[in-house]
Nanobody, 129 residues
Framework: EVQLVESGGGLVQAGGSLKLSCVAS???????????IGWFRQAPGKEREGVSC????????DYADSVKGRFTTSSDNAKNTVYLQLNSLKPEDTAVYYC???????????????????WGQGTQVTVSS
């Protein structure tokens, strides 16, 4: 059973940084198996939107236009963990951030949350102005 546990959220001032972690279990990151780990976010009253995706087999990444140049996703295969580094945070980045798993390539998962197979429980990120 795939399980995803996020951590690292918190309260930060605009312009600040946070690093989120997603520890995955139930499968193993390796070069032979094709898995995608994405980050999505959902602000109050808004739909869940994709932020980033990384393919655990080759490290290829994809980002939403709204976060390109500010957010970076990476993986540590030895720890079965994916990270999301959030820099230059803005108040509009305030949301619950969810880790997501797909059994396959990232593809267009950032644009299509319906492609996600499993979700984490989320971690709150609040950016004050």
């Amino acid at each position: 059973e795939v399980q995803l546990v996020e951590s690292g959220g918190g309260l930060v001032q605009a312009g600040g940084s946070l690093k989120l972690s997603c520890v995955a279990s139930g499968f193993t990151f390796n070069a032979a198996d094709i898995y995608a780990i994405g980050w999505f976010r959902q602000a109050p009253g808004k739909e869940r939107e994709g932020v980033s995706c990384i393919s655990t087999s080759d490290g290829k990444t994809d980002y939403a236009d709204s976060v390109k140049g500010r957010f970076t996703t990476s993986s540590d295969n030895a720890k079965n963990t994916v990270y999301l580094q959030l820099n230059s945070l803005k108040p509009e980045d305030t949301a619950v951030y969810y880790c997501a798993f797909r059994n396959g390539w990232c593809g267009v998962m950032v644009q299509m949350p319906a492609m996600v197979d499993n979700w984490g429980q989320g971690t709150q990120v609040t950016v004050s102005s």
